[in-house]
Nanobody, 122 residues
Framework: QIRVAESGGGSAQAGESLRLSCQAY????????LAWFRQVPGKEREGVAL????????AYADSVKGRFTISRAKDNNGAFLQLNNLKLGDSAMYFC???????????????WGQGTRVSVSD
């Protein structure tokens, strides 16, 4: 059964760091991209970072460039998102998604985790 699960969210103060993990299950023999999206109530889901199979291609939203780092797990069945220098605007529910295309379009990702919350305070 194919599924995706996130972990690692929590609370932090502005300027601090958090690390999110995404584990993908059931993708044997199938290359896929992993992406992190975030969403706050009343707003559309926003693409944050993505990485293709094997880590060959990585992309970031402008709002997180230089602060967030995405990496693929060594076994290629997951990804990590390092969130450094957190800002108040980073507070959101963060979702990991798996799909066949390396784009920040939520409709292109078929498998989604339940989300993990990141709360940043000053």
């Amino acid at each position: 059964q194919i599924r995706v699960a996130e972990s690692g969210g929590g609370s932090a103060q502005a300027g601090e760091s958090l690390r999110l993990s995404c584990q993908a299950y059931g993708f044997t023999y199938r290359p896929y991209s992993l992406a992190w999206f975030r969403q706050v109530p009343g707003k559309e889901r926003e693409g944050v970072a993505l990485v293709t199979s094997g880590g060959r291609y990585i992309a970031y939203a402008d709002s997180v460039k230089g602060r967030f780092t995405i990496s693929r797990a060594k076994d290629n069945n997951g990804a990590f998102l390092q969130l450094n220098n957190l800002k108040l605007g980073d507070s959101a529910m963060y979702f990991c998604a798996a799909g066949g295309e390396a784009v920040f379009d939520p409709s292109k990702y078929k498998w989604w985790g339940q989300g993990t919350r990141v709360s940043v305070s000053d």
